[in-house]
């Protein structure tokens, strides 16, 4: 158990709606990072935030969007969403930016 | 443009032998790489790091080694045993700058018993 958590751990929904994935870092962890898995792809990094800052930007799409809050939790906003981005979606936590990354069990987003 | 890639889809390897995973990278920016290690239906768990100012680093069961000049890391499992099963991702990042971590493509590892 990496300390991680993520909700919810499924998700199906039709093509056009919008779903948030939500993300509870380790406790005492400031930074949160989100990726997106696809089949047989690597990881993709789509967005980091510390302490409620964005800090850096992947290859996220205009349609998705993410938020730390002052607790330190994190929401990952997809809308308008396509047969594509069905994809596993990881959230990782560390305490700062550079150190080593834990992982949360990811969201599998399934778009119908 | 794939900056980490990691070649060999699958590997599989008897119990008790060494399993050596490989990664390349092209950015000469990065200075920090790491190995991850992910059971199915599961996150990536942190394996090893290292840093760009050292060429090798070792925990255990585990060892890293870094080639700068061939921009090639590469991870030793000895001895491989069968719950090493899993893939295994090699990260890099430039940690003068963004902390994005980029992945490989990852690796198949099957340890027989």
């Known amino acids: 158990d990496s300390g991680v958590t993520q909700t919810p751990k499924h998700l199906i929904t039709a093509t056009g709606q919008r779903v948030t994935l939500r993300c509870s870092p380790r406790s005492g962890d400031l930074s949160v990072y989100w990726y997106q898995q696809s089949l047989d792809q690597g990881l993709q990094f789509l967005i980091q935030y510390y302490n409620g800052e964005e800090r850096a930007k992947g290859n996220i799409l205009e349609r998705f969007s993410a938020q730390q809050f002052p607790d330190l939790h994190s929401e990952l906003n997809l809308s308008s969403l396509e047969l594509g981005d069905s994809a596993l979606y990881f959230c990782?936590?560390?305490?700062?930016?550079?150190?080593?990354?834990?992982f949360g069990p990811g969201t599998r987003l399934t778009v119908t | 443009d794939q900056q980490v890639k990691q070649n060999s889809p699958s590997l599989s390897v008897q119990e008790g032998r060494i399993s050596i995973l490989n990664c390349d990278y092209t950015?000469?920016?990065?200075?920090?790489f790491l190995w991850y290690k992910k059971y199915p239906a599961e996150g990536p768990t942190f394996l090893i790091s290292i840093s760009s100012i050292k060429d090798k680093n070792e925990d255990g069961r585990f060892t890293v080694f870094l080639n700068k000049s061939a921009k090639h890391l590469s991870l030793h499992i000895v001895p491989s045993q069968p719950g090493d099963s899993a893939v295994y991702f090699c990260?890099?990042?430039?940690?003068?700058?963004?902390?994005?971590?980029?992945f490989g493509t990852g690796t198949r590892l099957k340890v027989l018993a």
């Open positions: 990260a890099a990042s430039d940690r003068s700058g963004t902390y994005k971590y980029i």
């Open positions: 990782a936590s560390s305490v700062a930016g550079g150190n080593e990354q834990y």
């Open positions: 950015n000469s920016m990065f200075d920090y």
